[in-house]
């Protein structure tokens, strides 16, 4: 997979998925904008990108906001000339059972994981189409399908996985395909900071008996933003283990 002549936009990427996603891109060639309300973790991984030989940049946004969503494509736009890919990666969760769940645990989960995504789309979506090309992965998750004390993040993936569908439809005429990778338990910053009893009861529900790697979920972003599935549109791809099939 070549990235060449292509810059992507990668949200929520100053450590995680978004951070893997970012150096895999950038290896293929692609020049990369961060992104992150950090700034200390995504200017770390700005910095590693650069000494490493690529083009990077990143700006600090709160893109759950429209005017930062706005910013971080205009950024985008102003430094490398135009937007070709656009990875929505950003996400927070708020994990309590309903009844113990605050008016502020559902906003804020809605408002990262999924307002996010739409409004970053759409700031990148007017200059793909005048250019009549573009590549947008959404990152979703296997907990879309429903889990206990998780009300507000399946809803909000949910929602990504109903997002990405529409946006098929809607830019498929401008040569825009828009994808989406649902991830299990990925051996990320926030499964680590689970208790290690709730981590082994996870783990061992997943089917192939371990979580994934960071890289393995870049994998299939890239799948999705490279030139040879320019006629995938429309779908999600599971990166879990195996973990969808079943009910666990």
Request: glycine share 12%; aromatic share 6%.
């Amino acid at each position: 997979m070549g990235f060449q002549d292509r810059v992507a936009v990668i949200t929520g990427s100053g450590q995680g998925i978004g951070a893997g996603v970012a150096r895999r891109l950038a290896a293929g060639g692609a020049r990369v904008v961060l992104n992150d309300v950090e700034e200390a973790r995504v200017a770390e991984v700005t910095a590693d990108l650069t000494a490493a030989g690529a083009q990077a940049t990143y700006l600090v946004a709160d893109i759950a906001q429209a005017a930062g969503a706005e910013a971080l494509i205009a950024h985008a736009l102003e430094r490398f000339g135009q937007l070709d890919i656009l990875v929505n990666n950003a996400g927070i969760a708020r994990d309590r059972w309903l009844v113990k769940m605050s008016d502020e645990d559902w906003d804020q989960v809605m408002a990262v994981n999924l307002r996010s995504q739409f409004l970053c789309t759409r700031a990148a979506a007017r200059a793909m189409m005048e250019r009549r090309y573009g590549r947008i992965v959404n990152i979703a998750s296997r907990a879309w399908l429903g889990g206990p004390g998780q009300a507000n993040y399946s809803a909000s993936k949910g929602g990504v996985v109903s997002l990405t569908r529409t946006l098929a439809l809607e830019l498929g005429k401008y040569q825009i395909t828009a994808n989406a990778v649902a991830p299990g338990l990925v051996d990320t910053p926030l499964f680590r900071g689970l208790k290690e009893e709730v981590q082994a009861r996870l783990i061992a529900s997943v089917p192939v008996g371990r979580i994934g790697g960071v890289d393995e979920v870049a994998g299939a972003v890239a799948f999705f933003a490279d030139d040879a599935s320019w006629y995938v549109t429309g779908q999600l791809l599971y990166v879990c283990g195996g973990r969808s099939v079943g009910a666990a």
